[in-house]
């Protein structure tokens, strides 16, 4: 007992720093379009086109960290399902190498595929509550728009990133990026498919720098 309690205590120590204090954090806001009602599509679908950007309907931000991260890969996989013939969630980031399944949730058969060049494929139609789920696993950065060969009004984004540090904004285009390294890197924005801000960011441990996208 002797011997246990001070290695324990001296290990709790030294782990504390890197655990908690070590890591940063980034906030803030990004100035979102203002959002209207669906100029392309019928308004029950959450991805619009305003000119020839393909964007969230209400406006959302990705914001991401980009800089020279050990490679590690994805440890979760992350699904798309098909429910009231939309894709929910409509915007889902990941970081590449991600599978993703596409569960159908509706009583109808759907037929998924995407000809983007960040990710070409095609699930073919099947039916509700398929197994095993289809699935793809996203290996090429880029962003990917995913379509339904029976429902051609059905749209969704998939925006691969080459980090594991992202998340989206809320409605109001505000943001927090936890459990960060210290350093020097970019922060961008990611707000549709034609536009993406960047701002330098220094980062220091335990610290929370603000940065505001306008």
């Known amino acids: 007992m002797n011997l246990r309690g001070p290695f324990w205590f001296g290990a709790f120590f030294f782990a504390s720093p890197i655990s908690i204090f070590a890591q940063a954090t980034v906030e803030g806001r990004v100035e979102l379009p203002k959002s209207h009602a669906a100029p392309v599509v019928a308004k029950r679908y959450e991805i619009v086109t305003r000119g020839d950007a393909l964007s969230t309907e209400p406006p959302l931000a990705v914001v991401y ?69 289809p699935s793809e696993i996203f290996d090429k950065p880029g962003l990917v728009t995913l379509r339904c060969d029976i429902h051609e009004h059905m749209r969704g984004l998939v925006l691969v990133l080459d980090t594991p540090h992202f998340v989206v904004s809320d409605a109001d285009g505000r943001y927090r990026l936890r459990g960060l390294p210290r350093g020097k890197f970019l922060l961008k924005a990611w707000i549709d498919s034609r536009t993406t801000r960047e701002q330098p960011v220094e980062l220091k441990s335990g610290g929370t720098a603000h940065v505001d996208f306008q």
């Not at 020279?68 to 990941?94: D, G, H, W």
């Open 65 to 133: 960290l980009e800089g020279a991260f050990p490679k590690s890969a994805p440890r979760s996989i992350k699904q798309i399902a098909q429910k009231n013939l939309t894709f929910v969630p409509s915007l889902l980031p990941v970081q590449v190498g991600t599978k993703i399944e596409f569960p159908n949730l509706d009583d109808t058969y759907h037929s998924i595929f995407s000809y983007s060049p960040a990710k070409r494929f095609d699930l073919g139609r099947y039916r509700p509550e398929e197994r095993p789920i």
